[in-house]
């Protein structure tokens, strides 16, 4: 039952009974691929107990004065799933499809991530039922607010560690801040990455997860014996993660000839002006009446005919409905969870290529170290050194999980599974329980 059915108006229910079918069902898509490289790695059934679990799970009410002048009460979340690591890392969703076991596989995947990619944080994630399209900047702010005064106990540079994730930007973390440091009686910029720059946000950081994709598909095309330079793209979402991943890869040679959001998609296979694109979206909010190009729907911008495929907006895009069709030679997971468990098998009879979402997006958590570490040390560092250092991690990331994708004979997914779920296993057996 939820909480924020609205008292005058816009909306009634924010799909208070939706329950994804078992195969979009995020955690299971989550559980079913840690089951597959627990097994490959003879994972001790004891550890394993562990790291299934998320170690917290928080719900919360959050009561929020609307400009109508009615109160409105929204549902969010806040899941550590594991602090072995490090703090909890994770971002946090305003979306009206939130639901806990969405939360809880975030939160999961921010474990694996930063463990693939070896940056010191354990995986946390929040999350808010709410329609902030629909919302004004007064009402997201004091919904941002109330949500970090409700969640606040186990915030902190040291334990939980916040960033934005779909539909929250720099603007948002600027307010978690704020409110965090209120709360604690002094500024305290570690407690969120993805800030503004001026309130200690680092450089680079808006671009780290896009960025991170062109660097993980270039590599992959290298061992595919193929090159970034005119290789043919198709972008679905147009937002943080997909526009910078399509400009980046247009900028490295590119063609990036499919692009779309959640208002429709559209085709040119001479290129898209995705700086042009970009623009536009900035100006307009989405890519709605954008029309250099053919209009095509979400659905046939998924199985275009090209060399590389970002799905780069939300979960469950890639399923058993539609894997069979997916024509491109490599897959670039620039969401989370955008393949489901059951069409992972499908891509992979297929000889598809397939940058799993822990590897492919782990640029974003890669920059939000390189912030935290620069506001601990009070030190601000300039962009080419961030670049470089995110080109470093990313390339031994790739390469790390590639080797043991080849030496045990598994999936780049499974391989990445394998590695992270190693890497957090070891601290357990090293910490032992604390009874
Ligand atoms: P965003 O809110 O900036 O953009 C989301 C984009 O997806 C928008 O263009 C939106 O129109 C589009 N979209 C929404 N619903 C759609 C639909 N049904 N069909 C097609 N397009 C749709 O969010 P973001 O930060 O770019 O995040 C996108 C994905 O990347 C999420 O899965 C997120 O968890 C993941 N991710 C984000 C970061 C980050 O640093 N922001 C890091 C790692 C992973």
Redesign the pocket.
Known sequence: MTTNTLVRGRRTDLRATYSPPQEENPFAAMAARLDRAAAELELDADIYRILRQPERQLTVAIPVRMDSGAIEVFTGHRVVHNTGRGPGKG?IRFDPRVSLDEVSA?AAWMTWKCAVVDVPFGGAKGGVMCDPLVMSPGELERLTRRYTSAIIDGLGPDSDVP?????TNERVMAWVMDTYSMHVGHTVPAVVT?KPVALGGSLGRRE??GRGCMIATREALVHLGMSLTGATVAV???????SVAAQQLSRAGARVVGI????GALYDARGIDVDEAAAWVRRHG?LEGYAKGTSLT?AELLTLDVDVLVP????NVITTKNAARVRAKVVCE???GPTTAEADEILEENGIFVIPDILA?AG?VTVSYFEWVQNRAGYAWTEALVNERLEDTMVRGFRDVLELSRNRQVSMRTAAYMLSMSRVAAVHELRGVYA
């Open positions: 971002g975030l960033a934005p994730d779909v539909n993805g780290a997860t679905q979402g147009f937002g943080n993660v997909g779309g959001d959640r208002t989405t979400n780069a907006a939300l979960e620039g969401a989370n997006n974003g």
